[in-house]
């Protein structure tokens, strides 16, 4: 029963490659009319779509084990059992290094955590093991239990792979990003604050809008210039990042307060701000 539900799980798993390829398929196509940041978006649903296929194997792993621990069984050919888990541990652990060092490399969550997906698959193949020798020691139970446990890891795979997930789609950020673009942008010769920054991921690529204030003496070719090489240390700091749009304001009207417009009305309309 533990084989079952760790063969469901791993099913489940060579199914979440179908939405990834589709997503990466996608994201390399250019941006459009209708689509100007790209369709890097679509690695966050394919992420959606994991969390979801895990979520279901989860299931159907749990009930198999319920099932089963209600209605025992005698487990036959224990032999065929300990090498097909065996080889599932291997197999899950070689393609969990895979997918953790390429989403490493372009940053993507979806990626990340299907590696981390597969790392634990591995140790639930372990657990396959360690029932399979419980069964051969005369416990029987201790075949359907390895399922549930099984599962149990199976659902926690899903807690925090929907929250990497979800987090991406609500367009939030580690802190340590924020943190890493203040320092590089306030590093800039010429930049003499940094009000604002927003960050969002769309795929496995970064996208920033930061605000800066410069001396309100200089030209705007020279404001131009140190936006344009403010843009140039954050695509070196960080690797993952795509594209930057700096915004440059002069050092006594720093941030975004000083771009609201007052109260006031024209064309007849009731009296607004923006």
Request: glycine letters at 8%; zero cysteines.
């Amino acid at each position: 029963m533990a084989l079952l539900a760790d063969t469901i799980h791993n099913f489940g798993d060579a199914a979440t490659a179908i939405p990834l390829w589709i997503a990466f398929t996608l994201a390399r196509k250019k941006p459009s009319k209708r689509f100007t940041y790209g369709y890097g978006r679509v690695e966050d649903l394919a992420g959606v779509a994991i969390v979801l296929t895990i979520l279901f194997s989860a299931i159907v792993a749990g009930y198999e084990s319920i099932d089963r621990l209600f209605h025992p069984r005698t487990v036959m050919y224990l032999w065929a059992v300990i090498a097909a888990s065996v080889i599932g541990f291997l197999g899950n652990e070689a393609v969990a290094q895979l997918r953790i060092k390429v989403g490493k490399e372009i940053g993507s969550a979806a990626l990340i955590a299907d590696g981390h997906h597969a790392r634990v698959d591995g140790l639930t193949s372990l657990a396959v093991l360690f029932g399979a020798i419980g069964v051969w020691l005369g416990y029987p139970l201790a075949d359907p239990i390895g399922g549930l446990l099984i599962t149990a890891a199976i659902f926690r795979i899903v807690w925090e792979s929907g929250k990497s997930i979800f987090t991406r789609l609500l367009d939030g950020v580690d802190p340590e990003v924020i943190d890493e673009i203040k320092h590089a942008v306030n590093h800039t010769r010429g930049v003499q604050d940094v009000s604002e920054v927003r960050v969002r991921w769309l795929g496995h690529r970064l996208h920033a809008e930061i605000n800066t204030a410069v001396s309100p003496e200089i030209s705007v070719e020279k404001g131009h210039e140190i936006a344009k090489e403010v843009r140039h240390q954050l695509l070196h700091h960080l690797r993952y990042l795509s594209n930057a749009t700096i915004h440059i304001d002069p050092v006594n009207a720093s941030g975004e307060k000083h771009h609201r417009i007052t109260e006031h009305t024209h064309d007849d309309l009731p009296a607004h701000s923006h």
